[in-house]
């Protein structure tokens, strides 16, 4: 099936900077390019507001529909959310599919969804997105299943029916209800075990689920294409001194968001304001990273993961060509394809949480061998080794302030003070 011919409409305010719109712009483009579209025109207005009625001017409304039947359009996508009104005035109007930037975002989840949780997620933000839209869009909207901006993940056909569609929210609100406290759960017993939970977070399209996959030898997906990754993927990782901890790939971040998607999807980026330790990996090559970044640093204090200890990962150091000034600390730059630089990511993980962690000191009999392979993967060892004249290890390393093995510090201390 070839690509969908799309006409990309987008008003700029005065009050919004020309980087700013353009990279907006940009972002748009790499949607439809992930949602399986090809971007033949794009046409933008300069205006003080938004059109309440139709969004754009007259004048540049006749100008798109010209454009529409001159390059045989198949969909027009504009730059911000429409309200019920402008869909209906513009649809009618073009006489082609019209979507707006949220509708496709969603059309994208819907692809990208694979786990029972995220398919859930995807089809109540699109009923909610749906629900105050279904007499702007009328037929269109009520028959999933017909291109860019249509797809779902649940039933190929929904009846334009409010009473239907709120009880059909209603029942996935209940389900997912379910599945959040499983995970609730599952978090909970991986918090008994003090397991060390390290979250990744970033933009889309930073290179997260490269960095992810290198650190565990993961074959997931990772691709050059915007929200590669849906649902969270964790794994185990070794640290260079044998410390052990699960680590997060999430979804990725994107300005504008739409509204029913952040509420939709919040259980799951609640894995990050669950975390011990965040990883924020950016994109150091595009243009527009410092808003990207801001975006991020905006949704974790959001989330109430803003206190949480980070590191900065500026990735794609491989495609700068000029000089980079960090403004994060602490950072470390680094390239997905690395093998040094993961090495160096994951030192660096470990030099941020000794300075944070006690220092410790401990001798352990020679029949202790269950707690000293504790002590090896659950803290950071520096030296370990066997003293013959005592018949004791000492091992020294650095451990969280409230970890379990605490314990074995006190009856220590304990056997030293008799």
């Known amino acids: 099936m070839p690509d969908e011919k799309i006409l990309i409409m987008a008003v700029k305010k005065n009050d919004v900077q020309e980087e700013r719109f353009l990279s907006s712009l940009n972002e748009l483009r790499s949607l439809c390019q992930t949602a399986g579209g090809k971007v033949s025109t794009i046409i933008t207005q300069n205006r003080k507001q938004i059109h309440p009625a139709t969004y754009i001017g007259e004048g540049k409304a006749e100008e798109i529909k010209n454009e529409i039947e001159m390059h045989d359009i198949d969909l027009v996508i504009s730059n911000d959310e429409l309200s019920p009104g402008q869909i209906r005035n513009l649809s009618d109007y073009f006489h082609t599919r019209l979507i707006d930037r949220s509708q496709l975002i969603l059309d994208i989840f819907a692809q990208r969804a694979k786990t029972k949780e995220g398919k859930l997620q995807v089809e109540l933000a699109q009923l909610e997105y749906l629900l105050p839209r279904l007499h702007g869009q009328g037929t269109m909207l009520s028959r999933l299943g017909g291109g860019i901006g249509t797809r779902g993940p649940g039933e190929t056909k929904l009846e334009t029916d409010q009473r239907h569609i709120r009880r059909k929210i209603t029942d996935i609100k209940r389900r997912l209800k379910v599945i959040v406290q499983q995970r609730m759960q599952y978090r909970e017993r991986r918090k008994t075990n003090k397991a060390f939970q390290i979250a990744i977070v970033g933009y889309t ?4 689920s490269t960095i992810f996959n290198r650190l565990t030898n993961n074959k997931s997906l990772a691709e050059n294409k915007l929200f590669a990754t849906l649902d969270p993927l964790t794994r185990k990782i070794t640290f260079p001194s044998g410390f052990q901890a699960l680590i997060t790939d999430t979804v990725g971040f994107i300005q504008d968001l739409p509204t029913p998607l952040i509420a939709s999807f919040r259980s799951t980026l609640e ?14 090559s595009h243009p527009d990273q410092a808003e990207q970044q801001k ?23 491989d495609l700068l060509d000029e000089d980079f000034i960090p403004t994060s600390h ?29 220092l410790y000191t401990i001798h352990l009999h020679a029949d202790k061998g269950k707690e000293l392979h504790d002590l090896t993967q659950e803290t950071i060892v520096t030296e370990k080794y066997f003293d013959e004249a005592v018949n004791k290890y000492i091992v020294e390393g650095y451990m969280k302030q409230d970890h379990p093995l605490q314990r074995l510090l006190k009856e220590n201390d304990n056997r030293h003070d008799r």
């Not at 399209?205 to 997260?208: D, M, Q, R, Y």
């Not at 204090?301 to 990735?315: E, K, M, Q, R, W």
């Open 271 to 284: 894995e990050a304001a669950e975390a011990d330790f965040i990883l924020h990996v950016i994109d150091s």
């Open 330 to 358: 602490p950072y470390i730059r680094t390239s997905a394809y690395s093998e040094m630089d993961i090495r160096n990511l994951l030192v660096n993980i470990e030099h941020i949480l000794k300075e944070a962690w006690n």
């Open 295 to 317: 975006t991020v640093l905006h949704i974790l204090d959001d989330l109430g993961a803003g206190t949480i200890p980070s590191l900065t990962v500026y990735n794609k150091k």
């Open 205 to 208: 399209n930073a290179g997260k």
